[in-house]
């Protein structure tokens, strides 16, 4: 059984920073991908972050040069430091990570941003 709790959410102005941090633990040896995604309301999730075990990452367009994934894989725990925030920043943020058991999605934290 493999958990993903995701943490570090919730109310910050525009312009602030907040830092979410993703842990996943159980029967785990590998992490190949850790990804970070949103959701807003009446919108589809979407990719906001990647990081993969070779050290690739990558970034969703509306988020580069103010998001920084990373990643410390001797605790399986992945983090996305978010700075400038923005209203439309305002989602729930999920965790997923692709394992050698599967990918786990976590329950998700949410992020708000006032004007």
């Known amino acids: 059984q493999v958990q993903v709790v995701e943490s570090g959410g919730g109310l910050v102005q525009a312009g602030g920073s907040l830092n979410l941090s993703c842990v996943a633990s159980?029967?785990?040896?590998?992490?190949?991908?850790m990804n970070w995604y949103r959701q807003a309301p009446g919108k589809q999730r979407e990719l906001v972050a990647g990081?993969?075990?070779?050290?690739?990452?990558n970034y969703a367009g509306s988020v580069k040069s103010r998001f920084t994934i990373s990643r410390d894989s001797a605790k399986n725990t992945v983090y996305l430091r978010m700075n400038s925030l923005k209203p439309e920043d305002t989602a729930v943020y999920y965790c997923?990570?692709?394992?050698?058991?599967?990918?786990?999605w976590g329950q998700g934290t949410q992020v708000t941003v006032s004007s």
């Open positions: 997923y990570m692709f394992t050698n058991a599967g990918g786990f």
């Open positions: 159980g029967s785990i040896f590998r992490i190949n991908t």
């Open positions: 990081s993969t075990s070779a050290g690739y990452t």
